[in-house]
Nanobody, 111 residues
Framework: QVQLVESGGGMVQAGGSLKLSCSASGPPFAMDWFRQAPGKEREWVAAISYSGVRENYADSVKGRFTISRDNAKSTVYLQMNSLKPEDTGVYYC???????WGQGTQVTVSS
């Protein structure tokens, strides 16, 4: 059974940084990060291939966020820099093109 567990969320001021982690059981798969802001629909943030070679980002986070992975530790990361209040929301780890999701971790950015 696939298990996805996020961690690393918290509260920071605008311009600060956070690093999220997602521990994933099973063999390496392509992975995604999604987020959902208050009152808005869930949106895709970033994706990484199973090998970690290819990365893709939403336009809203390009140049500020970096997705990476360590397959030896079965963990995917999302490094978030230059955070803005608009980045506030619940961040979810997702097994690409499946219905497997983590429980979510809250990120709050104050102005």
């Amino acid at each position: 059974q696939v298990q996805l567990v996020e961690s690393g969320g918290g509260m920071v001021q605008a311009g600060g940084s956070l690093k999220l982690s997602c521990s994933a059981s099973g063999p390496p798969f392509a992975m995604d990060w999604f987020r959902q802001a208050p009152g808005k629909e869930r949106e895709w943030v970033a994706a990484i291939s199973y090998s970690g070679v290819r990365e893709n980002y939403a336009d809203s986070v390009k140049g500020r966020f970096t997705i990476s992975r360590d397959n030896a530790k079965s963990t995917v990361y999302l490094q978030m820099n230059s955070l803005k209040p608009e980045d506030t929301g619940v961040y979810y780890c997702h097994l690409d093109q499946t219905n497997y999701w983590g429980q979510g971790t809250q990120v709050t950015v104050s102005s």
